[in-house]
């Protein structure tokens, strides 16, 4: 596609339910990166692809979050048993290949609310 | 990666130019300023990048200072659809050992009015 396509657009989740988030990014694009912004804040990183290749997951709050690009091209990101400070836009971006001269494209994000 | 320092917000008035300031005093000299902007309820949008010369493209022109420590984004003919939040961020360049994460302030919100 044209561009980093998110979905669902918008989420609504009973506390301790689990979801799923996705993201499918620009076709071809080596390097994919998770990051969740809260109301009112910047985004903030939670981790970071390389092919199928998930190296770094630092930003990950908890073990109830889990990312996953198997084939390298569509990501999955996984909370389990949501908590309300789940609530929050995650945001999906790509990038062609490590190079600086790139920006990264982003998707419009997966906005999740936590009942 | 270094830190940067913006304003909260500024307004503009349309047609006029919009000069957003950033601070980043710690920079290191291999590090490299990047501008996005994310208009309400979309995700970030890179709008250009630079390492110590000026740099133009078709959105804006960002002003670099000599010494690097800090650094003027400039739309030089806003529209109401300028509005947004707009960060600033420093960060060394993709490859070798870094992936290219990009760490998000607080932007500045930039208020476009007729």
């Known amino acids: 596609g044209a561009g980093v396509s998110q979905s669902p657009r918008y989420k609504v989740a009973k506390r301790g339910q689990d979801v799923a988030l996705r993201c499918d990014p620009i076709?071809?694009?080596?390097?994919l990166f998770w990051y969740q912004q809260a109301l009112g804040q910047g985004p903030e990183f939670l981790t970071y692809?390389?092919?199928?290749?998930?190296?770094?997951k630092s930003g990950l709050p908890s073990d109830r979050f889990f990312a996953e690009r198997p084939e390298g091209s569509v990501s999955t990101l996984k909370i389990q048993r949501t908590q309300q400070e789940d609530s929050a836009v995650y945001l999906c971006?790509?990038?062609?290949?490590?190079?600086?001269?790139?920006?990264?494209?982003f998707g419009s994000g997966t906005r999740l609310t936590v009942v | 990666d270094a830190k940067t320092t913006q304003p909260p917000s500024m307004d503009c008035a349309e047609g006029r130019a919009a000069n957003l300031p950033c601070n980043h005093s710690?920079?290191?000299?291999?590090?490299?300023v990047y501008w996005y902007r994310q208009i309400h309820s979309q995700g970030p949008q890179y709008i250009i990048h630079g390492l110590k010369n000026n740099e133009t493209n078709e959105m804006a022109s960002l002003i670099i200072t000599e010494d690097r420590k800090s650094s003027t984004l400039i739309l030089p003919h806003a529209t109401l659809r300028d509005t947004a939040v707009y960060y600033c961020?420093?960060?060394?360049?993709?490859?070798?050992?870094?992936?290219?994460?990009?760490?998000f302030g607080q932007g500045t919100i930039l208020t476009v009015h007729p």
């Open positions: 710690t920079i290191s000299g291999n590090e490299y």
């Open positions: 692809f390389q092919n199928e290749a998930q190296l770094d």
């Open positions: 961020i420093v960060r060394v360049p993709a490859g070798g050992t870094s992936y290219g994460k990009l760490t």
């Open positions: 076709s071809g694009h080596v390097s």
């Open positions: 971006a790509s990038s062609p290949e490590l190079r600086f001269n790139y920006g990264y494209t």
